[in-house]
């Protein structure tokens, strides 16, 4: 709810999941440009999640940005190794989630995206 | 001695046969020689007279008495060589007496006599024989020149034979006192030497023993351990003289590499004797000292032995015995004395160092079976030489299996292990290392620490700290597991302020009360989750207070159910069964509160939805109250372990279902105070039921 009524506010598309499954068949349906993907789910969690879009030519390409709780320097490590391009940890200001996310797009495509994995362990986020 | 007048035949006869009787009633050799000497040289008509026998080393002859001669003169004839070419000599040599008619016939048979006095007469040397063997011979010395005609010389020949018979008798019984002596003296100091194991006293008792009957002075020297000379016991019948010894030695210490004495046989081990101590010895151990000189003198020292105490191959101490003012110089019975005596006293000391060496050794393994530390010790070549129970039990391998086997082979991974353990030296502080030990399959942490000590021998201190390792980790996952609970909804509450209070986005009304509603159950969620960490640290204290009511089980339920409907997800029916409710003694609130964790948990781990059940009947002299859901159900493995503290069944918590993982610790735990019982059972995949009992009033 937080995110889509920050993003919605960006003049960002949303589509939400409420779940790790239903959030793989949204991906891979919607194919959206950017996937926001809590790490704690019940059933599937984020980094099954992960795993599996970058296992699917379908979705290969969709940037993910992690959202979680875990703040430990193990957990980043895991986000950095799923080839994610962001990682917040909570709480964070939702209303800067947009900027963010713009952010994060515009640097990917400009080709930045193995900078911003690397940056997962090292910065923070929004 | 008079000289008599020459007498009769009938009257030598007379008075031989007197010489007969005194001989035989005389006992020891000091009386037979008086009586030689006095009544039979008078009764053979002879003015002076000396016996000599033939010295142990049976090339000397010793002047054993004398009567009549001048005592200066014969100040020159203790000793003489039995190849001299003397009278006496010859006598020994030849068993055959000689007769000597004058003082002319003397220089002419006896040139090396020629220069002695030339006032004598006439003289005889007779041997003293028994079962003709020659052991000495007697002089008789006349004032007048005599014709030795046959009946005379075969009077003066039977004097000497009952003279040998006397002496060899009277000889014979003085060795046989001196062995009875001897042997008197030995019994005695075994007896001592058996009688205690503090050995330091009895052979302090032992030297005390040998003055003055052995000796003028006793010393007993030990090693110590770096191979000084310690200074045991000093004897002397005048205690004064101790005291002076002691001081004598304080400032003159014994030199441990002197070439000579106490020093040379600690060194050696051999024994040292000196029948007399050379002059020239004295001087060199005396040097330039003049103080040193005099003492020395003062003394008087005569002779001394100095035997080892040697035992098993080693010298543990040395022996000194001293005679000097009043006893007469040593023997080589004595000294043989002295080395029986010295052999018995080491074997007395080694025995009572022995023991305490065992019995030091004994109370050392009595305290190590005790201890709680497992403690293994091993040898230059990696062989276990000690293995006590607490390193047993922490190893699961017993002593028998451990013992004298090498250590690599008893645990394989040892080596691997302790080659993270610094060996510090003895007295250092302990560096300990906790190790995985997997023993049978399972994992032991172990924290060692190792001492290492005379070349090669280490000794291993283990502590068995799985516990500690497990609590450790539980609180490091609690601290994370806290945290990430805390995060969520602290990150919904502030998310959804800061989205609330934005001026740039117009949010519609639904959206506005669910940020409110997000609000209000997530900063519920955060109070309840500090409460549990709170309760929890109140149980481990011990301060949770009980407020204990007579209570209706059925009502408790019906209201705990009745709240969780309001905010349970739609997939999940509640239910309540009540088949029997028995009034029970609780704290209302408490038990509140463990059936709400556990309908919590039911619904948290039925992601699928399905029924929760509440149900409340009639046990044995208790209420059941069941709580019975049909969802993830719980691996047998895991159904103790999840009563325990900060214990989760996810511990990643990446399937999200969040907990401080204090629940189930805190319902047993409550249960449990209310003289309660809470079990579960479950199948995995079709459902868990959890059962409080309390005992019905």
């Keep these: 709810l937080l995110c889509r009524v920050n993003l919605s506010a960006s003049g960002m598309g949303v589509v ?78 939702p209303v800067m989630i947009g900027d963010f996310v713009e952010n994060v797009i515009s640097r990917v495509e400009r080709g930045e995206r193995e900078q911003l994995t690397r940056g997962i362990t090292s910065a923070g986020g929004p | 001695v008079s000289a008599p007048a020459t007498y009769d035949a009938a009257d030598r006869a007379r008075r031989l046969q007197r010489v007969a009787e005194l001989l035989a009633e005389a006992v020891t050799p000091q009386e037979v020689l008086d009586a030689i000497l006095t009544e039979g040289v008078r009764a053979a008509e002879a003015h002076a007279g000396a016996i000599g026998v033939l010295a142990e080393d049976g090339k000397t002859i010793e002047l054993l008495a004398q009567r009549g001669y001048d005592p200066e003169v014969m100040a020159g004839w203790v000793t003489f060589p039995l190849d001299a070419d003397l009278p006496m000599s010859e006598v020994l040599r030849t068993g055959e007496p000689v007769f000597i008619t004058s003082i002319a016939e003397r220089n002419r048979r006896y040139p090396a006599l020629s220069h002695q006095g030339q006032e004598g007469h006439a003289l005889a040397v007779l041997p003293l024989a028994v079962e003709s063997a020659v052991f000495g011979g007697l002089s008789l010395s006349f004032d007048r020149d005599m014709e030795f005609e046959p009946e005379r010389r075969e009077l003066k020949m039977a004097f000497a034979r009952q003279a040998a018979q006397a002496l060899a008798r009277s000889r014979l019984y003085a060795a046989e006192q001196s062995l009875r002596k001897r042997m008197t003296f030995l019994a005695e100091a075994s007896e001592l030497l058996a009688s205690s194991l ?65 020093a040379n046989v600690l060194r050696t081990g051999e024994a040292e004797f000196l029948p007399s101590i050379p002059q020239k010895l004295l001087d060199r151990a005396i040097g330039d000292d003049e103080e040193l000189r005099r003492i020395v003198d003062e003394l008087g020292l005569t002779s001394s032995i100095a035997v080892p105490l040697n035992a098993r191959g080693r010298t543990l101490g040395a022996l000194n015995l001293i005679t000097a003012d009043t006893h007469p110089p040593f023997t080589q019975a004595d000294f043989e004395l002295a080395l029986e005596l010295a052999r018995r006293a080491a074997i007395a000391v ?188 109140q149980l481990d204290a011990d301060a949770v207070e009980l407020e204990l009511s007579e209570c209706d089980p059925s009502d408790i339920a019906a209201r705990v159910l009745e709240s969780a409907q309001l905010h349970v997800p739609k997939t999940i029916q509640l239910s309540l069964d009540v088949d029997g409710s028995p009034k029970i003694s609780c704290d209302e609130h408490k038990l ?28 044995d002299g208790s209420c059941e109250i069941d709580v019975v859901d049909q969802g993830l159900g719980i691996p047998p493995s895991e159904r103790e372990r999840i009563f325990e503290k900060f214990y989760r069944l996810d511990p990643q918590q990446t399937h999200g279902v969040g907990g401080s993982g204090l629940g189930l610790y805190i319902c047993r735990e409550l249960v449990e105070r209310m003289d309660g019982r809470l079990s579960v059972e479950s199948e995995p995949g079709k459902g868990s039921r959890f059962r409080v009992e309390l005992p019905a009033r």
């Excluded at chain 1, 790790?20 to 993907?37: F, H, I, K, M, T």
């Excluded at chain 2, 039925?606 to 029924?611: H, Q, T």
Aim: with cysteine; aromatic share 6%; glycine share 6%.
């Design chain 2, 350 to 537: 080694d025995n009572a160092r022995l023991y305490r060496e065992a019995q030091r050794g004994a109370n050392a393994a009595q305290a190590l079976a005790y201890v709680a530390d497992g403690v293994v010790l091993l040898d230059p070549e990696g062989i276990v030489r000690h293995w006590n129970p607490a390193a047993a039990s922490i190893t699961g391998l017993s002593e028998e299996d451990a013992l004298d086997r090498p250590v690599s082979e008893v645990v394989p991974a040892w080596d691997a292990l302790t080659s993270h353990v610094p060996l510090v030296a003895p007295g250092a502080a302990a560096r300990p290392v906790t190790v995985p030990l997997v023993l049978g399959g399972q994992e032991r942490w172990v924290s060692v620490s190792g001492v290492g000590f005379a070349p090669g021998r280490r000794v291993y201190a283990l502590q068995d700290v799985t516990e500690e390792r497990a609590l450790e980790k539980a609180r490091s996952d609690f601290v994370a597991t806290a945290s990430h609970e805390l995060r969520t909804p602290l990150a919904a509450v502030y998310g959804a302020v800061r989205t609330l209070r934005r001026d740039d986005v117009e949010l519609s009304d639904d959206d506005r009360t669910q940020f409110l509603e997000m609000i209000e159950s997530e900063a519920t969620r955060l109070a309840r989750i500090v409460d549990q960490i709170l309760l929890a640290g």
């Design chain 2, 198 to 262: 503090d050995y330091s006293r009895t052979l302090r008792r032992l030297a005390q023993l040998c003055v003055p009957g052995l000796a003028d002075w006793c010393a007993i020297d030990m090693l110590g351990p770096n191979g000084e000379i310690q200074r045991l016991a000093v004897a002397h019948e005048d205690p004064e003289k101790v005291r002076w010894a002691y001081e004598l030695q304080e400032r003159y210490p014994p030199d441990p590499d002197a070439p000579h004495g106490v």
């Design chain 1, 16 to 93: 939400e999941a409420e779940n790790g499954r239903e959030a793989l068949e949204l991906a891979r349906r919607e194919r959206p440009d950017l996937v926001l993907l809590d790490v704690m789910m019940p059933d599937v969690d984020g980094w099954t999640v992960a795993r599996e879009l970058a296992a699917d030519d379908r979705t290969r390409d969709i940037p993910i940005v992690f959202l979680t709780a875990r703040a430990e320097a193990a957990d980043k490590r895991m986000g950095q190794q799923l080839g994610g391009v962001g990682y917040l940890v909570k709480p964070f200001d």
């Design chain 2, 592 to 619: 509140r509160q463990v059936l709400v964790n556990l309908v919590d948990n039911a619904v948290k781990y039925s992601p699928d939805g399905g029924r929760v059940e509440l149900r409340v009947r009639n046990g």
